[in-house]
């Protein structure tokens, strides 16, 4: 049928077995420029974060009150939303192409003559073992690999698998959806000519902090399933290429594995902390608790800008923060000022990430304290203040008042300017859900407004007693003031390290995690 112009497009995508960063740029580029996305379980959540404001989601998988949405309708959904225009981006988990009904959605959409594109993705077939330490094919081992559907019910099976040509071929066999028919699977395998002691492995969620793998033979593969009560969905493989696991294992090792991690720092901030907590194994989930954004009206603008222009009254130039360097500098670009204005001012940074920041724009902090906090950065400029000196703390709205105070104690002059405010993010349900289903096993604050702001986000999505809901959440603090408004929320702090870095931090959790992790 000929494809009806002026009308939307459905791209077909596969989201890859479960760990987003696996995803193609061509799936990436789809979600980010769609109108209209559809996607199931199988499909990592943290991919919706990459759409564009506005874009509507529609869940297609389980929920708690209806099974699986039935194909058709899918379909429907797919078809009506093309039909009004809207670009539509289709995520299935692994490769739609493979197992995953891709092609009759695509015969659907070409009957309507809806212009569609595959995308394909990084199969589970393939991924999942390899997350297990298991290759497919080895030379030694098997030269070919069958993937083969276990999802329908033993009659069907039998119908659609040869199991005498399937068992006879001298390679690996990789099931897909096959946990629930794994005995009568093993059992066909054995009857067909496979040898009973023919290694097996099962890899549940593969690829993600929930992964699990469970290793036996077609012999006893059955009962081992029942007594670990391994459910779906779960990659099976058969072969002897199982056997190079223990060599080969590699995800497993990594000393966050199994560790899914709130991250709650503001936006701009959290690809720092997820990319440390990824590199180690562990599953960041960003959650930012606030979000920072320059101050808005006239008279905000104005204060700033009197501020600014004063630059050479300034003996000292104090950041207490990478976010206070950032729209120092934004402000700067506004007003049109030129950097070199502060030449007479003292720089000087309260911790190494904000003296980076500032050796980013050309400025070396001239102090840096032992202790990241406002009142290490006092005692560091201590020698260096005199009574009568001006300093400008280009700084946050929520910013302590200690370090200003005990400048005016020495007789300096802090001429303080919020260059930009913290505000609550929004949403929260899907955090709550994983919450409450202990989902969530460490969640990290890295200053005393990304804990209050939780709190009120969880309160905002329904949540009564949010200390309640985080008591089975181990709490990691960046430092004592953290800390300390984490304990006037009403939570334990089970993380803190002895130095206020991100660094620091994660480290801490590795070290907190290394007798919990999962065995």
Known sequence: MTVRLGKGKVYLVGAGPGDPKLITLRGLECIRTCDVIVYDRLASPR????????AERIYV??????????????????????????????????????????????????????????VPGVTSAIAVPAYAGIPVTHRDLASSVSIITGHENPEKLDELIRWDRVTNAAGTL??????????????????????????????????????????GTLADIEEKVKAARFEPPAVIVVG???????????????????????????????????????????????FPAIETRMPAGEAAASAIGEALRAAESYDHLIFTSVNGVHYFLEWLRRFGLDIRRFHRARVAAVGPKTAEALRGIGLVPAELPEKYH?????????????????????????????????????????VEIAVYETVPAAGGEDIVDLLRGGGIHIVTFTSASTVRHLIGRLQAAGVEHPAGLLAGTAVASIGPLTSAAAREAGLEVAIEPPESTID????????????????
């Open 47 to 54: 991919l919706l974060a990459h759409l564009k404001p506005g």
């Open 61 to 118: 998988g389980k929920l708690p009150d209806r099974h699986t949405m039935k194909q058709e309708e899918i379909n429907r959904i797919l078809i009506e939303h093309a039909l009004e225009g809207k670009i539509v981006t289709r995520l299935k988990g692994g490769d739609p192409m493979v197992f995953g009904r891709g092609g009759e959605e695509a015969e659907a959409l070409r009957r309507e003559g809806i212009e569609f594109e595959i």
């Open 174 to 215: 990789v099931f897909l959806m096959g946990v629930a028919r794994i005995g009568h699977i093993a059992r066909q395998l054995i009857a067909h000519g496979r040898p009973p002691d023919t290694k097996v492995a099962l890899i549940r969620w593969g690829t993600t902090a929930d992964q699990r793998t469970l290793v």
């Open 240 to 286: 002897e290429v199982v056997g190079k696991r223990e060599q080969l294992m590699w995800y497993e090792r990594r000393p966050l594995f199994g560790a899914r991690v709130l991250v709650t720092r503001a936006r701009a901030q959290a690809g720092t902390l997820s990319q440390k907590i990824e590199e180690l194994g562990g599953e960041p989930v960003e």
């Open 374 to 414: 406002a009142e290490g950065l006092l005692e560091s400029m201590r020698d260096h203040v005199r009574p009568g000196e001006r300093a400008l703390l280009p700084r946050g709205d929520l910013a302590r008042k200690s370090l200003p105070e005990a400048l005016r104690a020495l007789g300096v002059e802090p």
């Open 504 to 519: 620091a931090l994660v480290a801490a959790i590795a070290a907190y995690w290394a007798d919990r992790r999962p065995v």
